[in-house]
């Protein structure tokens, strides 16, 4: 069984920064894939970013490319979603989740292509 814990999330003016994090329980976090999703009121779950265990490959939605950054810190089971030049369509809950069977290189863009998930926490972008 994996936990996930997310937190970082609050109120935040537009062009301002939050940075999210993702805590893990797991021996074998290390080789997990990690996703990040959100999810705004009204619309479906969508794919945010995600990274595979070493670092090595990184997907990023067309949406917050150049503004949205990943990293691990395997050492700490942690994730972290470094959020920058926000917007209001940013806001939404935002979902960590982890594919604990990945596949070499590969980073799932879909759900169901994740096995566990956090509880989410909410971020909220004023104009």
């Known amino acids: 069984q994996v936990q996930l814990v997310e937190s970082g999330g609050g109120l935040v003016q537009a062009g301002g920064s939050l940075r999210l994090s993702c805590a893990a329980s797991?021996?074998?976090?290390?080789?997990?894939?990690m996703g990040w999703f959100r999810q705004a009121p009204g619309k479906e779950r969508e794919f945010v970013l995600g990274?595979?265990?070493?670092?090595?490959?990184?997907l990023y939605a067309d949406s917050v490319k150049g503004r949205f950054s990943v990293s691990r810190d395997n050492a700490k089971n942690t994730v972290y979603l470094q959020m920058d030049s926000l917007k209001p369509e940013d806001t939404a809950v935002y979902y960590c989740?982890?594919?604990?069977?990945?596949?070499?290189?590969?980073?799932?863009?879909?759900?169901?292509?994740?096995?566990?998930w956090g509880q989410g926490t909410q971020v909220t972008v004023s104009s």
């Open positions: 990274l595979t265990w070493n670092g090595s490959s990184a």
């Open positions: 989740a982890a594919d604990v069977n990945p596949r070499f290189g590969r980073v799932p863009v879909t759900a169901g292509g994740y096995d566990y």
């Open positions: 797991g021996r074998t976090f290390n080789y997990y894939t």
